[in-house]
RNA sequence: GUGGUUGUAGCUCAGUUGGUUAGAGCACUGGAUUGUGGUUCCAGGGGUCGUGGGUUCGAGUCCCAUCUACCACCCCA
């Protein structure tokens, strides 16, 4: 033990407490997943790099983890590369594997190869750990956990409005107050396609993507820097300062947009999905944010991103449609729409929030205090007795000092214990302790099974 | 990946312009209490001062590098 053991960079162990708080939150997404009809699948933590790379753009590929080839990884690797620092090269000639990313992409990869198995549409839901080789911060992590719910084969917008109903009702769970922000990628295209610019959207939307971050001056700066003309600029600013409430700005932007194709469409889609959510009584907010651009550039329809109220951290969970993601691992025409819940980062609004309930802590209910051999022998079979009967129950396993057995049933919150010695073995009564309270009395198997 | 802040006992932190043997609280272990925890009292264990170099007669303290956590950018859950 010369030097403490550690682990990886943006890496944690979780506690036993934790757990039981992860637990918890990952078991309120699943009831609710499965209520809505969706079915879980697992993929590799590992996938081809020709699976992942190229997914997420530039910086996405960066930012993917690498698995070094087994054996000799150098035998498709040249002096000459290694001469030229070929980084890109020789990155590919040693490494073929990497961990994945996220899960949607895995999850394209799956829809792709087991097509002839798959009833379509397919409700899915997966909840694993993904990988990135970010820099870490707070609530920002190098492995965390995504539970991802899509469904796939289906263009309806009843989906879209099937997922913000899941958002909801996850949330309602969990008594954590969010809001929804709604925008359609057609939305921000149309926005291009009427200044004129349309092979920068991924410039545009990125700059406007911060707008509630850098403020408008900083936002028309980097445009500026973007190369976009002072013209255009000018004719994006009305979008950008597009306020009021969801019908306010629906038709300000028809004003404002209905002209271009794609904003057209955008508009309608998103007048249907509020249409919709009308006459359900969500507790979430919903609120259309037409800066809203999320990165990842394979989302063609609604995005969706939910944000914590009185905490910031960042979006615990978001999502969007994507049509042809499928279509690059071979399967064109498949539309899909889906979200991911970050569950790491609701875990740090909720501990920052203390809405996790108390009794998510549990362990057993009942403690034996261990006197003896013999004593253990007769406890033993109290211990069967309650285990039996569905109460979790442990004996204590060495015949310590009642104050060490006490104590430990006090700092494991075992609310209950019983003592069994000679006097309770003989009256086949045995001693029941209330932690909370102290107080304690003799009672029968039958009388305990019945109080407990 | 770029820039900044940080690190002393299991935890939270003191530690003087560089100067003997690095401290406190909490936690832990034992005792007061041989069948009673959470309160109290007493005693005890525990540190290569993140790691590696350097400056100095002498470094927890100053300098450099590196790692970690945190913050901003980038990006994102």
């Known amino acids: 033990m010369a030097q403490k053991p550690s682990i990886p960079k943006g890496t944690r162990d979780f506690s036993p407490v934790e757990t039981a708080k992860r637990n918890y939150i990952f078991d ?10 969706y079915q879980p699948i697992e993929t590799p933590a590992m996938e081809n790099l020709s699976t992942l790379l190229g997914k997420y753009g530039e910086e996405g590929d960066k930012l993917l983890f ?3 080839n087994s054996g000799d990884f150098l035998k498709k690797v040249t002096d000459e590369d290694c001469k030229k620092r070929d980084i890109n090269k020789i990155a590919l000639a040693i490494s073929e594997k990497g961990l994945r990313y996220d899960l949607t992409v895995p999850f394209a990869r799956f829809v792709v190869q087991h097509r002839n198995d798959i009833s379509f549409p397919f409700k899915r839901y997966q909840i694993q750990p993904v990988w990135r080789a970010d820099r870490p911060q707070k609530g920002r992590y190098r492995e965390f956990y995504q539970c991802d719910v899509d469904v796939v084969g289906s263009d309806s917008l009843l989906n879209e409005v099937e997922l913000i109903r899941i958002i909801d009702d996850v949330f309602r769970k969990l008594n954590v107050n969010v809001v929804i922000k709604l925008n359609n990628r057609k939305i921000l295209s149309g ?28 936002v028309y700066a980097e445009l500026r820097e973007k190369g976009l003309s002072e013209e255009a600029i000018n004719n994006i600013e009305p979008f950008i300062n597009l306020k009021g ?25 998103l007048e249907t999905v509020l249409k919709y959510l009308k006459n359900l009584d969500l507790k979430a907010e919903v609120e259309i944010d037409q800066s809203l651009a999320r990165g990842l550039n394979y989302y063609t329809g609604a995005i969706i991103e939910v944000k914590a109220q009185d905490v910031s951290i960042g979006s615990i969970c978001g999502g969007g449609r994507y049509d042809n993601l499928t279509g690059i691992f071979g399967l064109p025409g498949v539309s899909g729409v889906g979200v991911s819940f970050g569950a790491d980062r609701i875990y740090d609004v909720m501990t920052e929030l203390n ?11 009942v403690l034996l205090v261990n006197f003896g051999e013999n004593e253990a022998v007769h406890s033993l079979k109290v211990l069967n ?18 104050k060490k057995q006490m104590k430990y049933a006090d700092q494991k919150k075992i609310p209950f214990v019983i003592l069994i ?16 309270t102290g107080e304690q009395s003799r009672l029968s198997i039958e009388e305990i099974l019945n109080f407990l």
């Open 66 to 68: 690498r698995i070094l």
């Open 191 to 218: 926005i291009a396609q009427l200044i004129g610019e349309e092979e920068r959207l991924t410039d545009i939307t990125v700059a406007i993507d911060k707008l509630d971050k850098i403020g408008i001056e900083n």
């Open 355 to 365: 809405l996790f309930p108390k009794e998510v802590a549990t362990s057993s209910k």
């Open 385 to 402: 007795e309650l285990q039996k009967n569905g109460i979790s129950a442990e004996l204590y396993p060495d015949n310590a000092k009642m």
């Open 28 to 37: 309120t997404v699943k009831s609710v997943f499965r209520k809505f009809g």
């Open 245 to 269: 409430n969801n019908s306010e700005k629906l038709s300000c932007l028809k004003d404002l947009l209905g002209v271009t194709p794609d904003g057209n469409k955008g508009i309608e889609e």
């Open 421 to 436: 010695g000679e006097k309770e073995m003989e009256e086949k009564k045995y001693t029941l302790k209330n932690m909370e």
